[in-house]
């Protein structure tokens, strides 16, 4: 299936010359998912009591290209349903194959902070409706700037160590308004070594977060005329040094597949709390049908030392503290579902996940269906 | 079956050419120019002489030459899985958009057999007789199906839908039965053309179906879709009559002939929304000449304030076996009332080039 678009591609862009002819293989994946909560009020993920197919469908396109002399390139465009179907290059990147084991990409990549990172649009790749939220929760997952792969085996394992060095600018959502954000200095990496059934892996990430949140101006603004900048610091985004540290282990033998994977992330003198999380997932492989249970956790801890410095009569107090507190966090979700393989390429995914607050008790239950292909 | 392997392709090396699925790329254009010859406006809204050529992208022509309004390109990709399993995708770009590109399909495929196949994803709502090929400019006689009977403001759903087809001695009987919702959270033809805050257009518990029936020269289609609207104008709920939801009801019927170098379309369509209908119809003639086909159209929109219509003059010139020049002329009568004036009386004129590869 290697089409030779770049017959049109060169003359949509006008490039004369016919020196430089490379095949062009085409691929992609789509998902179409359909979802609705169980309880007339409860929402969770964006569905509601109504059902709706817009939420997490997807349909991607990807093309790649081996130049020769070791250079390839390769893009995804993306068009998902949350985004009302624009078109984004999601990737778009030049590979150089240094060797056998070494590998330099350069270009918008993705960021590899979990174990489904390079997949995480592609829902094939994994038996779940969607990867856990609560892990999976940074908000931003690529960047423009290179990444070094290095593959080694030893044995039976294998090596995969994969460094990076980028930066990202785009929206990020603070306290439910998009906020023109800017992570620089992204560096970092992960490291997995595995075998036939067993995977291991590290991922350690740190960045300058610079985050304009609109919403939050007239509060510093506030902090700053009261005396209380030092507050104001400690708040904002301001070119904060945040971490990201992860850690996975998956298991696939006898048709038992486990996963897990821990995340803690942290932005330094800034509202956000300190946000652990952690997912844990069982399921067994009967053929084309595998069903599976999860069980996830939020734990963040709001950091209740920023607004210490004010006197609890100002009234800023309250404002400032109920912002901090919001942050915190404890949250477990419970998912059953099941995985149906009805075609070599495509399966069908069912799935129920319930939510709980620890904190106000209050359970969000969602059913998804839909189908995952890739071609 | 390990996944992991066979979507390792996706992976962080995803040059290996894994041959999964057969996809087919095919794609149209339309290149198209005009402008208002002469037109009224509407002085109320401080509105200057206008065309609104197509409704619902806000595409409209002024004074000036524009070459934005009607232009598009769009590439479908085809998918086919094997095993009756297909995924199709359609990236257009419109001028009227500034030629952002977006996926107006995304949707999955499943043969059933040789009668029945299920989709699931996002479609065009297949409300009137050219709304599943309404980009698709080289598909029919027109520069545009006529703006004044395609106007609704959401045009695509998320959902899913049975397709059958079968032939009844001479007749193909056709059709489609789907359900879904759509979401716009900025609808454009609200919030930019009809007012001036953002308008989040929800159209859902959507359930409607198409009959198509074929024979020869006679091709006969019946349409009926219900939907809930829901609306928030600045983030606000939009109550009508009290209420927070109201339902709407299209039906319409359309009758196209293709007999001995005459064509003959009509289309008549009834939107019944809170009590209050809003009808349309098209009635187009053309006779085929060689490569030519000169054609008259009349389209009418009528509804209790809602008044307008549009009479055409124009011809297509196949000048090649997969792209068409056209040229038309509009001459636009706006007979709304209380305010609900669209653009004022106007005459202008579009000519351009559609074609598909």
Redo the contacts between chains.
Sequence with gaps: ???T?IG?LVATAGIASHTAWA?V??????S?K?GLTTGKDDTLYGYTN?????QE???A??L?S?LGEKL?V?AQ?M?K?AD????KFAWAFL?YQVNDDL?LNAGRLRIPFYKYS??LD?G????WARTPRAVYDVQFDQMDGLSL?YSKNFGDMTSNL?LVYGAFEGDIQISGAMSKSKVQDITGGSWELSNDWLSARVAYFMADVTINATAFTPLLNALNTFGFATVAQELDFNEDQGTFIGFGLSY?RDNWIAVTEYTKVKVKNSYMADRDAYFVSVGH?FD?ITPYVSFEKDDDTSKSAIYKPIPPQVPLFATVAGVVESQSADRDTWSVGMRY?F?????FKLQLSSAKDNYTAQKDRLLTM??D??? | MKTSLIVATFATSMIAGSAVAEVDISGFASVAGGKVLSGEGVPEFGLGPTFLANYPIVGFYEEDWSFKPDSKYGLQISADLTEGLTATAQLVGRGADDFNAEFEWAYLSYAVNEHWTLQAGKKRLPLYYYSDFFDVSYAYLWIRPAADNYTWQIFNYNGVNAQFNYQVSDWTVSGNIYTGREDDSENKLLSDFFGSQPIREIWKNIVGGVLSLNRDWLDLRFTYMTYQNERYRNGVRVLWDGADTRRGKFAGISANIDYNNWVVLTELNRLTLNGGDFDTYLVSGGYRIGQWTPYVSFADFDSEAEMHSTTSLGARWDFHSSAAFKVQFDDVTDDGINGQMVAGDSKAITFGIDLVF
Excluded at chain 1, 50 to 54: L, N, P, V
Excluded at chain 1, 84 to 87: L, M
């Design positions: 299936m290697k089409k678009l049109l095949e293989n085409i691929n992609g994946f789509a179409v359909g109504d059902i709706e197919f817009k469908s997807l349909f396109v990807q790649s081996d390839s390769t465009l068009a349903g009302d179907y624009d078109a590979s590998r390079d997949y592609v094939y790749a994994y038996d792969y994969q696939d492989r084309t393989d075609h070599a390429s495509a399966a839909g189908v292909l890739v071609f």
